[in-house]
């Protein structure tokens, strides 16, 4: 009773968080990190399956514990460390059958994966148990995206770091946690979308998580901030050297950080003999930005209000425990500020110079049914975003969404096959001056991967080498996205046949 | 579960096929019709559509407000915003920028005027998409606005180099070919003073630019299109403007005579389209109609009317108006800018097929400029008004074959100032004097034109100073010069002789000084197609004195009988009666004029 009070306080004080704001257009998400998997990972096993099992919380890793002597128990000792690597990570190079390379043919801002470039995150991780629930870990995340050395010859990588960031476990309840850092913070996905429907944050802040006894339920407010490197949020001017020293030195004219707060709210009930369950989840996130000033043209200013925005959410899911099987159901509703990816900077503001206005929308789906030999995995979503502007008819005013269907026939425990279909649309809000009609972008896909996996049969079993194939059928207003001379702009159908590779394991980047 | 996860999937395919955006019916070719029954009743305000009003911030790009050669943010949702005011200021329909895509900058200035065409089948991108285009143009048109459309046919946009210097690279300077090919004057001295040559915009060259190197000449210097997509110095489009053929490329006009006004790149490096040639002439026509079709404009405003032979717009003319009558479309007012005081020369263009009506510039300096700016005698008026109404005048008299339907000469397009000169109040800061040559204007024979800002009082210089930005007015429809222009357009629109009398010059002065009709122009608008319908306007363009219809103890003579009794509009208070011998003898103090009908047509409240 406390601590469900204890939860709703924290929800109330998170959403009553000042107002509505607007914000920039959102520009595709940033190339995320597909889910991973740590195979070797214990399973909480209330929690859903799947595309990634969450970190155990209040517990100690088997591999972190000494060997245990069978039929003598003793006691551990403490403190007791580990440092562990864990990875997800794709390698992916492929042809478009023409003597061209292969290339992602996506209209939609989260296309399917099939045809997706390299990426990879390297995690190193420490962890601390000092008593008994009590522990403390410190998780680092390098990510890597292509083209890659071998590729392009060209000796050098793109590099970020995602992750850096300690978490403390059991101090005052053992239920309860904390952490600060920077840190991918996020939910469920959408497997074969690459994307998080319902709540993706990438921020520099701090968090605390309190989980109810049995781990069924749990309540995580975060705060952080992010300061996109855009005019909007930032600008930069050289300025004499002051004391009369030669030369200049760089002030900031706007260093307007955004703030970011969410609350999750996440509860299963337990069901096919606790195996499984229904999951529900509540999600917000509040939205600030102060205001400033920027400089238009030498010794020329303009004042940047302030802006804030709102988000609520929500998601429900089922999954039975067994063979990965579950479905989601996600929604959520942004305004403001909040209509935006957290580093995103919008297109158009109001005549207020604000984002007040902006909306998006999602709905998504997620799936997967397994029967040995067969299963199935599905994802879908629509979106919808406009733009803060008065004008209603403009580019960034997007409607979208997509729907992937992918059956799976499993050969054996180590190899299988799997064909995808897909069909995805994207209405933006201006004419196609060639048709005279809307900007309706359609295209359809049809792939075939057979893959093997030394791990096993199973959808999410990883890693696999795989074969991709993939055709895609794109309407005029599609190729008419690409600028003129881009092959893209005047192929109806592209072509896909590559080879890759994606595993993931011990990773903790897709915890809650 | 499965009944959910199905109906959720069929929701989301659904509304991926089908979309959700609502499109009010913008989407898709839609019909074009007739708008305007008599273009005389019009009252036209000319916008530069950047400037206007800024309704859409998501097309801000390069907006630099503060620097007048730069974009500043107006759009066609502005405009939309801002019909209310437009419609109670009187306005009846609108000139807007030419709507084609642009060279985006050059030298540091922008193309925010639009009269650098790159892409004549595209729309700039600053100014909103052919939905938001099309909407403003359905809801001015619900109200009784037409829309006119600003395109220029002679040139486009900087878009190719001449390689004098045939060495692939578009040069800053190439030594010393200027004085070399241009003839030399009398006396010797060349004619052009350049003594380097842009290649972006050489000297003119009779025989076509031509390239140049240490040893000399060595024949026509190739044009190469440039590729900037950044500053949209690209190749134009359609097609056929990426052929050497489409143009005349013989470089920049040094002196605006005949041959040079008709084949040389206008200033600035704007390359002169090759007119006679059969396939740049079908390509004009049809862009042109294309954007009418698409956009149900009602009028063109055609630049650099002058500076294109009378061949083309013999071809332009007529085959616009067949193409939008077989849509539907009637009445398509053609109007050209021949900028020019030459009133032979810029009527020459409404006989014959071609023009249906132009700007006419010989009264912006007759009368405009002379008389109400510089205080010039009044009988520069008549003298001008002459050369159009008399007998073998200027202009044409019989309306063009499925034009507007009315004789070029009772249809052209008068103003006070425009885009291309100083404002009114830049020359002459008078808010009377203005006052009063907007009262000339709505009460001559032809159709008003209202340069926007005019109502706010601005008074910018020459070119771009002359192109404030709207905004800055707060659009106050309070303001004196609103209410001003608002009551002369209410007047011209409720009394018909304003609209479509016929003219009659009363009295017109060839004096100045202190004699008792200096500055005193007066004239009739009777008769023709206003029928009974009757007024009189008697204006002072003195500034410093009160002058009468009187001279020597004449008085002005006017075409009603004796008795007559007149009220003046402008002041309803104000009575008088026509003398017995059909005289009118009016008092009109220094700067302002009055406007008489006979007391039983008078309307009450304008």
Redesign the interface.
Known sequence: MNRGAWIIGLAAFALSRPGLAQDEPAPPPPAEPAPAEPAEAPKEPAEPPPAHPPMVRGKVPAFMGPVRVPGKKRELDYPRSSFSFGSYGRVVVASDGRGGEGRDADVVARGTRIDEGPYAELELRRDDEWKKDLSSRIVTTLAIGGPLFHYDGKFDAKLAVRNLYLEERGIGDKGLSVWAGSRMYRGDDIYLLDFWPLDNLNTVGGGVRFELEGGKSFAAWHVGLNRADDPFQYQVRPRPAPQNQPGTTDVEILNRPRLVSSLKLSHIVPMFGDKGGIKGVVYGEVHRLPSGERE??PG?YEDVPGDSGMLLGGQVG?FTGEHDTF?N?FFRHGRGLAAYGELATP?????E?TVEGATETR?G?A?NFEHNPFAVV?G???R?FR?P?????????V?????VVRPHVFLGDHAGVAVEGS?????R???N?AT???V?A?LWRFGLMPYLSPAGAGVFKRPVLRLIMAFTQRNEDARSLYAHDDVFARRKVEQFYGIGAEWWFNSSSYGE | ?KT??FT??A???A???A???D?QG????RPIETHVQDWRSEVVYQLMTDRFA???????YRV????PARYHGG?Y?GVE?KLDYLENLGVTALWISPIVKNVETDAGVDGYHGYWTQDF???NPHF?????LR?MIDKAHARGIKVILDIVVNHVGQVFYYDINLNGQADERVGGTGPLIAPKKPDGTPTSPVSHVNEYDPDYDPRGVQAWTSLGEAGPAPIVFAYDPESNHMPPEPPIFQEARAYNRRGRVWEWNAEQTLYGDFPGGLKDLNTENPEVRQALIDVFVRWVE?TDLDGFRIDTLKHVEHDFWKTFAPAVRQRLAQKGKNNFFMFGESFDGDDKLVGSFTFGDEVDSVFYFPQYYSVIRDVFQEGKATKQIEDLWNQRLGPNGNYGTTPQPGGIGVPPNKALVNFLDNHDVGRFLFFKNDKAALNNALLFLFTEDGIPCVYYGTEQGFAGGNDPANREDLWWSGYSQASPDYQWVRRLANIRRSYKALTHGEVKVTWASDRTGSESDAGIFAFERSGGDAGDAYALIVLNTKGDKESSTQFNAAGMKVSVPGGTAFVNVLDPNETVSVAGDGTLIVNVPASSGKLFVRSSDVIAGL
Do not use: W
Not at chain 1, 399 to 403: V, W
């Open positions: 238009t043209q020329r089922l479905v159901l297109q158009g503001t109001s005549p110079r709905i789906i799936g599905v879908g979503y629509f919808s733009e502007t008065p004008e209603e008819y403009n580019f960034n005013n409607d979208e969404g997509i729907f069909y995805q649309a994207q209405q809000g201006i004419l001056i005279n009609q809307p309706h359609k | 579960m959910k996860r959720l999937a929701a989301l395919a509304a991926s096929t979309g959700c955006m499109f913008l989407e898709g070719e800024n309704g859409d911030y998501a097309n801000d630099v407000e503060n620097a759009d949702r915003e089948t595209q729309l909103g998409d052919l939905l938001s909407r698409l």
